[in-house]
């Protein structure tokens, strides 16, 4: 798969701009938690989890308690029963202890606000980490899901294996002018023009660009790499 030049990103992205909405007034990341740390907590379970059962698992969990102290303080049963529903609760339930335990002891409960502090938490990955510093610390990084993921790989911005290696592409890649809502129009893209299956190659407002697309006139599989 080709890369795009620095002229054919730029150019991506203003069309992007002119298409997709972007950042809203409404706009809600972290699955619209209020502060850093349910935003954390938020994003761990989110993990191999559809967006509905992870909401199920963090209402039941923050009824239960809101801070480290609070969760601490909870049995292991207790928080496995109010996170069930985003599976993988027994991992998920020893990684909040292990997150919490040391935001106590290392920080004095307080959530880093750098992305470096931020994976250092037990159970926070580089996609947590940039959704948080996005949402709630409000820097202007590129959060790399999975429909960013998909976008960035098939039209020519990266060429990354995982989340991960896509959000270094684009890190690096990525105008600064675009940083701040190149998340939002990959995503708005991905939702509504380059879907996972059946992507409107055909009408789709950058398939002259599409390193996938422009190149084979083939409409780009599910699968990726």
């Given at each position: 798969?080709?890369?795009?030049?620095?002229?054919?990103?730029?150019?991506?992205?203003?069309?992007?701009?002119?298409?997709?909405?972007?950042?809203?007034?409404?706009?809600?990341?972290?699955?619209?938690?209020?502060?850093?740390?349910?935003?954390?907590?938020?994003?761990?379970?989110?993990?191999?989890?559809?967006?509905?059962?992870?909401?199920?698992?963090?209402?039941?969990?923050?009824?239960?308690?809101?801070?480290?102290?609070?969760?601490?303080?909870?049995?292991?049963?207790?928080?496995?029963?109010?996170?069930?529903?985003?599976?993988?609760?027994?991992?998920?339930?020893?990684?909040?202890?292990?997150?919490?335990?040391?935001?106590?002891?290392?920080?004095?409960?307080?959530?880093?606000?750098?992305?470096?502090?931020?994976?250092?938490?037990?159970?926070?990955?580089?996609?947590?980490?940039?959704?948080?510093?996005?949402?709630?610390?409000?820097?202007?990084?590129?959060?790399?899901?999975?429909?960013?993921?998909?976008?960035?790989?098939?039209?020519?911005?990266a060429s990354g294996k995982n989340e991960a290696q896509t959000a270094q592409y684009l890190e690096e890649r990525s105008p600064e002018w675009a940083l701040r809502d190149g998340h939002f129009w990959l995503l708005?893209?991905?939702?509504?023009?380059?879907?996972?299956?059946?992507?409107?190659?055909?009408?789709?407002?950058?398939?002259?660009?599409?390193?996938?697309?422009?190149?084979?006139?083939?409409?780009?599989?599910?699968?990726?790499?």
């Amino acid at each position: 798969m080709k890369l795009l030049n620095e002229d054919e990103i730029e150019t991506v992205y203003r069309l992007m701009k002119t298409h997709m909405p972007g950042r809203t007034a409404n706009a809600k990341g972290a699955k619209g938690q209020p502060d850093a740390f349910r935003s954390c907590i938020s994003c761990m379970l989110s993990a191999q989890s559809r967006d509905e059962n992870t909401h199920k698992a963090t209402v039941a969990l923050f009824e239960l308690a809101r801070t480290p102290a609070g969760i601490l303080a909870l049995d292991d049963s207790q928080i496995t029963e109010a996170i069930k529903p985003c599976g993988l609760y027994n991992v998920k339930t020893r990684n909040l202890r292990k997150m919490c335990t040391y935001l106590i002891e290392e920080l004095d409960g307080i959530v880093p606000n750098t992305r470096e502090g931020l994976m250092k938490l037990p159970g926070i990955g580089r996609k947590c980490a940039d959704i948080v510093m996005s949402f709630t610390f409000g820097e202007d990084v590129i959060a790399v899901d999975t429909h960013v993921h998909r976008v960035s790989n098939r039209i020519g911005l990266a060429s990354g294996k995982n989340e991960a290696q896509t959000a270094q592409y684009l890190e690096e890649r990525s105008p600064e002018w675009a940083l701040r809502d190149g998340h939002f129009w990959l995503l708005q893209f991905g939702k509504e023009v380059c879907t996972s299956r059946g992507p409107k190659c055909e009408t789709c407002f950058l398939a002259n660009l599409c390193a996938t697309f422009s190149t084979t006139g083939e409409k780009p599989s599910g699968r990726m790499h």
